[in-house]
């Protein structure tokens, strides 16, 4: 048998062909383009997506969901997403999963990723990442991204299901929120449930999904840390392979678009790009709008 | 003179004129490509970004600067930029700055830009925008958007110095921040500095910047609502202009390399995508990067 990359098919049984395919694909390296087209997808994995603002408690739910999980006997797959924000402290988020001494687990899966894309948000690579583990196995993938800004609006179209986490701190910005937050999330978390006013953010939020929306999405109240209220939000996972099946179209859409994007924007030299500019800058009737209608890649 | 679509130019002496451009160019009407390469840039306005976390005070400090711009009067345009995210409120940006009752002035001309796109974070529209109000003969440009996510990284692309809006409870997060937060803000804008812990908050944010560079961006603190210390922002933007000679080049290619980016994907017929998506995830082999080799789009 040829060691061609190709033949790397990524197994949860074998944690080491799963990372290395991950690598392959990452780093586009010689034979990814092979590898993602001979991924066979015979397990309908359920790829749940975990978002919320910073400090909402993300790790210790991801962490919690694990654990209840492990209990299961389930393989798990984290990709932990660091979209390299100011704000946010992704490249934190593999690490506190890690931190948790029993994820030292054979049956957990841990990969972090920072992407510093030019495409802004999640990466075409991201998709790629995510598909190499829905065809590895596991029993449940969790994608764990901190949700500010249009990260998770890009979650929600590489998971099929989101739970969007907040705190009841949250209260202040809630009333504010549009409907776009329903389209995302197919449940909201209040984590940090003891935490004073909670019931009453809770009910609100419950309000305001109702006036917008017939059976929208449910609310759950969780103590990350205390692993309380997490069962009903596995409950939920489970139930919730109709929302997937509903939107499988469109997902996949989605995900095809951003990878013709990822594929047309290759073929770009940026460094020829930003030469060319340097030279056209000098002339004082430079406009960006004449130089792209000019033969600048020649 | 023949009423064609480029003999339109955006002038900030008819506010009209601008509106028009600016809908023309936002919506891809006829003659919107040539509208944009007869744009010519004769006054260097700077075009200064004010972003930051939601609640930072940005809408209240955006209507500081701009009464302390019209005292010197100056013509001033105001972008406001919505991310669409559930998080943030960007479409009310627009209305806090408008309700301000003595911005019916004849000087500031105020103009909501929501950016969904498939692109993500600030659209390629953005950059279109931006630059028909730059050719427009205004003193000052700022574009406001909520800096949560992608967004604050983008708006940085955009704007010549880039100002950050935090607020002393921002205290916890700021222990985190990554140089990345360095590299996009110019300057630092403590606001609702009479709170408690501002200067504590100051100081350890002065410290970590010493720490992590030399001659790094200076920290200003504020109280939006009572216009005090936005004098000191105001002789700060006046005085930054290197920066913005700086980068110009950068600045130029990351606009060039956007604009490309939505170039290339305009011939992607997004439905018809769909529609072979559809068909083909009726086979039970289906494997998207087999798909997209393959020649759907015919």
């Given amino acids: 048998m040829q060691n061609t990359v190709h033949h790397i098919q990524p197994n949860c049984a074998n944690f080491r062909s799963v990372a290395r395919a991950l690598t392959i694909v990452e780093n586009d390296l010689t034979g990814a383009g092979e590898l993602l087209k001979s991924l066979t997808f015979n397990k309908d994995t359920p790829v749940i997506g975990i978002t919320g603002p910073p400090g909402a408690g993300k790790s210790t739910l991801v962490n919690s969901l694990i654990s209840t999980l492990l ?3 389930n393989k798990i797959a984290v990709l932990a997403i660091d979209p390299t924000s100011p704000f946010n402290f992704g490249s934190l988020l593999g690490d506190r999963i890690r931190m948790a001494s029993h994820f030292n687990s054979l049956n957990v899966f841990i990969r972090s990723l ?3 894309g030019s495409l ?3 990466s075409a690579k991201t998709i790629e990442m995510a598909d190499v583990l829905r065809a590895s196995g596991f029993d449940y993938i969790l994608i764990e991204t901190v949700g500010v800004g249009q990260s998770e609006i890009e979650i929600a179209g590489l998971a099929d299901i989101t739970l969007l986490v907040l705190v009841p701190e949250s209260g202040d910005e809630i009333q504010n929120i549009k409907s776009g937050l329903m389209e995302i999330a197919d449940a909201f978390i209040i984590n940090k449930a003891d935490r004073a006013d909670a019931d009453l953010f809770t009910n609100n939020l419950k309000k305001i999904i109702q006036q917008k929306k017939e059976n929208g999405p449910p609310v759950f109240k969780t ?5 309380e209220g997490v069962n009903e939000v596995i409950n939920f996972i489970k ?3 109709h929302l997937k099946n509903n939107r499988k179209e469109l997902l996949m859409s989605e995900k095809a678009y951003k990878l013709i994007q990822q ?3 290759v073929n770009v030299d ?3 790009l930003q030469q060319k500019i340097a030279e056209a800058l000098a002339k004082p009737e430079f406009n960006l709008y004449t130089f792209l209608d000019s033969n600048w890649q020649s």
């Fill in 114 to 116: 920072a992407t510093r």
């Fill in 223 to 227: 103590i990350a840390s205390k692993s």
């Fill in 270 to 272: 940026k460094k020829k």
């Fill in 239 to 241: 139930s919730a392979s």
């Fill in 120 to 122: 802004g948000g999640l």
């Fill in 71 to 73: 209990a299961g006997n």
């Fill in 263 to 265: 594929r047309l924007m």
